[in-house]
T-cell receptor, first 113, second 111 residues
């Protein structure tokens, strides 16, 4: 069966510091991968998605970036965090087939102080 | 691109009553409509989905209806229980394997 991991689970970082969040998927190959951000009490904002290694599409211009160095690894990064980057970051995967559900990871709760 | 509107944003019901959450979408090419439940501090989890070749789907106390002509779909929860309290998100697919999510509905079931 497929599983999706995210780490760290929680993170407290000062403004201006760098960020690296990691997501890995097991039990499937060639997944589509997604990064979402969820501000407190709000909906899901798609940040990046990837259909293959090295292929990244950005939905929202900001100071974040994403990379996919391996088939089942997706990384979210920032060189300098802003206060507004605080939130719950969710990684998700789906199969390469159309009209299929997305499965979410456990999330990383990021607080920028 | 796709736009998904979800109503209401909050819903309070008495235990045992029914709850209905409604969503509209804009892209007539959308053909997949999942519903997710997110408990406090947890990840969203799929509870039911429907594809455009059917108008209704039921799974125990939850059901989803789809009206492709009107471009709206709804989640129905019957005999609500306190454990149904959560935030519910609807979504519709668009180009490729993207999902556009509604803004969410916070459901509170009062015992």
């Amino acid at each position: 069966s497929q599983t999706i991991h995210q780490w760290p689970a929680t993170l407290v970082q000062p403004v201006g510091s760098p960020l690296s969040l990691e997501c890995t998927v097991e039990g499937t190959s060639n997944p589509n991968l997604y990064w979402y951000r969820q501000a407190a009490g709000r909906g899901l904002q798609l940040l990046f998605y990837s259909v293959g290694i090295g292929q990244i599409s950005s939905e929202v211009p900001q100071n974040l970036s994403a990379s996919r160095p391996q088939d089942r690894q997706f990384i979210l990064s920032s060189k300098k965090l802003l206060l507004s980057d605080s939130g719950f970051y969710l990684c998700a995967w789906s199969s390469g087939l159309v009209d299929r559900e997305q499965f979410f990871g456990p999330g990383t709760r990021l607080t920028v102080l | 691109g796709e736009n998904v509107e979800q109503h209401p944003s909050t819903l309070s019901v008495q235990e045992g009553d029914s709850a209905v959450i409604k969503c509209t979408y804009s892209d007539s090419a959308s053909n997949y409509f999942p519903w997710y439940k997110q408990e406090l501090g947890k990840r969203p989890q799929l509870i039911i989905d429907i594809r455009s070749n059917v108008g209704e789907k039921k799974d125990q106390r939850i059901a989803v209806t789809l009206n492709k002509t009107a471009k709206h779909f709804s989640l129905h929860i019957t005999e609500t229980q306190p454990e149904d309290s959560a935030v519910y998100f609807c979504a519709a697919n668009n180009a490729g394997n993207m999902l556009t999510f509604g803004g969410g509905t916070r459901l509170m079931v009062k015992p």
